[in-house]
Each structure stands twice: as C-alpha cells, then as structure tokens.
C-alpha cells in the first residue's frame, strides 16, 4: 500500500489516480470534521481541502498526512466562519463557538436523544476545544497529531483536552432535559461519541442509526 505523501506526490504530478485513492481514504475524516460545525458548504469545503493539501505541497514538514490534512480544513473552516460573518468583530477561536456563529445544527431532528445532546453539547463549547475532543474521540489521534492540527505545543494539547471534557460535561449537564438522559449521554461518552463519529463521516447522510 502506497504511503499518503507519496500518492500526494504522485497526485501532484499528474496521476489522478492516486489523488482518488488518497480521497478515498481521507474523505470521511474531512467530511466530518467540517459536518459537525457548519450546516451548509460541506462537499465544498471537503473538495477545497484536499485541492489545497497539493498547493502547500512543498511546506509540509513532519507528522501524519491526516494531520497535516486537517490542519488545511481547520485553516478553511476559520475562513469560512470568517466570511459568514456579517456583523461585529469575530472573537477568538479559543472563546467562541460554532452555535455561536451558526446557530442550532440542522442535523439535530433525526438523531436519537444521546447522540443529540452530545452535539449540542459540542457545539457549545469553543470550536478549538470542540475540534480537539473529536480529533480524539472521533480520528483517534495521538497528542502528537492533534498538536500539529492545531498548531500548539503537545503540553497544550494534554490541557486542552482536559479542559474540554469538563467543558462538555458541564454544558450537558446544564441543558433543560431529563438528568436520566443526561447521565446516559455523560457515562457513555465514548458511545455515543463513536456513533457520532459515523453518522458524520458517511457523506450527505443525515438520518440515525439508533
């Protein structure tokens, strides 16, 4: 089997062949990571992502091809939220969050109830931190990787995802539904975050697997 950067290098020069295959390999990664915190340009943005994974080509300097893969998507979800901006100053990524800027997420209506209350709970929190829980529960990414997403130091990492959990936590906990549900959704993380997972990486798919 081929190595990632060397389809990408084969890709660069020519041979769509091995840019299909690296697609292939890769969409459901991208897809997801966009389709959890926008509601509308996913294809789009999944397209521009691997297009733009050829033009920086030349500057990519260690880690993973995922990794470096996903750091572009972060880079082009930031614009995008950038450009839907229509009003006031866009505060930090570390503060805001993607319910911030775009509001309730269409997918909700045909989720079951756990699956629901995690994305809201997702959502809520702040989109870097939202970013660092699903690389690690949804991509099963090394500290390492995760890092070189997001552009910080691994001990950077370690903390944020600390913090997010307890952010995650506290969100769900704090949303007018039954405490049941609430502790269903909370002592199964790992579920319902794995479920979430796959509804997410399946490409223009919306409906619940239970």
């Not at 697609?23 to 999944?46: A, G, M, P, Q």
């Not at 070189?148 to 995650?168: C, D, E, I, P, Y």
């Not at 794995?194 to 239970?210: I, P, V």
């Amino acid at each position: 089997m081929s190595d990632d950067f060397e389809l990408l290098k084969r890709w660069k020069d020519g041979d769509k062949a091995a840019g299909n295959e690296l697609v292939d390999r890769h969409f459901s990664s991208v897809y997801r990571f966009f389709r959890s915190k926008i509601d509308s340009d996913v294809e789009d943005l999944t397209q521009r992502t691997f297009l733009a994974s050829l033009e920086s080509f030349d500057r990519i300097k260690e880690g993973t091809f995922r990794a470096y893969l996903l750091g572009i998507a972060r880079h082009l979800l930031f614009h995008q939220y950038r450009n839907k901006r229509t009003h006031g100053k866009l505060e930090d990524f570390m503060e805001v969050s993607a319910e911030d800027l775009m509001g309730t997420p269409s997918q909700l209506r045909a989720m079951h109830e756990e699956k629901k209350l995690l994305l809201k709970g997702l959502r809520s929190i702040p989109i870097d931190f939202q970013i660092c829980v699903e690389l690690h529960y949804w991509e099963g990414m090394g500290v390492a990787d995760i890092a070189a997403v997001l552009g910080v130091q691994t001990g950077t990492v370690k903390s944020r995802l600390f913090r997010a959990r307890q952010m995650l936590r506290e969100r769900i906990e704090a949303m007018h539904v039954s405490d049941q549900l609430i502790r269903s959704t909370i002592d199964d993380l790992d579920r319902w975050a794995a479920a979430l997972q796959k509804d997410f990486g399946q490409g223009g798919s919306d409906g619940d697997e239970g």
